[in-house]
């Protein structure tokens, strides 16, 4: 299927501002005139909205169906009557806060990235990302940033989310896709700036 929009996709560990970044692009879309729909995993549909109890610790689940189901929530959120293929279809651009690499990064406990990856083909091959924005954080920068956030999801503590940058590195490679790697421990505004480079060099093509 021939997208008309560009699918651009951020990803980043917890406290690296991907989902003010998300924002911002999407604001500084709208004003340049170019068409942009701003979402999010998980969704917040049936399936999503069952994986946020879970990430608030108020349900526990094996690590395979959890996995499972963020699969399930995506192919949803890909192919649902207005989802994101009908978008990218009727040429509007979507930007997407956390795609199936938060999988791999997040997932993989019991099983390992492998098969996390291999789950998530499915989706990759309905849907592959014209542009992933990747920020990333140093670890004790990240450590500061989680501090000052005033509740914590169960994946917030510093040694999780380092093991979580290396599985994001090692899904960019598993994937082979599009992968703009952008500092964040900057300014918002210069961070904005590159992530605004990047889409425009995808707007573009
Ligand atoms: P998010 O709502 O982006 O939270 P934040 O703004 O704090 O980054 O994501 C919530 C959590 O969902 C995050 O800790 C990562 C987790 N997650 C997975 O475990 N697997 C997935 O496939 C996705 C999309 C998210």
Request: charged share 25%; hydrophobic share 40%.
């Amino acid at each position: 299927m021939t997208m008309k929009g560009k699918f651009i996709v951020f990803e980043g560990i917890d406290g690296s501002g991907k989902s003010s970044h998300a924002r911002i692009l999407a604001e500084r879309m709208q004003r340049e005139g170019v068409a942009v729909y701003r979402t999010a995993e998980p969704t917040d549909g049936p399936i999503g909205t069952l994986l946020r109890r879970y990430l608030k610790g108020e349900l526990r689940a094996d690590e395979r169906a959890i996995a499972t189901l963020f699969l399930a929530d995506r192919l949803d959120h890909i192919s649902a009557p207005g989802g994101l293929e009908e978008t990218l279809l009727a040429g509007v651009n979507v930007v997407c806060d956390r795609y199936l690499y938060s999988s791999v990064a997040y997932n993989c406990a019991s099983e390992g990235v492998d098969w996390v990856a291999e789950l998530n083909r499915t989706a990759h091959h309905r849907l592959r990302p014209d542009l992933v924005v990747y920020l990333d954080l140093p670890v004790g920068v990240m450590e500061q940033r989680l501090q000052n956030r005033n509740f914590k999801e169960i994946y917030e503590t510093v040694a999780y989310q380092t093991r979580v940058r290396e599985r994001y590195l090692e899904a960019f490679d598993l994937f082979g896709d599009n992968v703009a790697m952008i500092d964040c421990n900057r300014a918002k505004a210069e961070v904005a700036e590159d992530v605004w480079h990047a889409v425009q060099r995808v707007l573009a093509q």
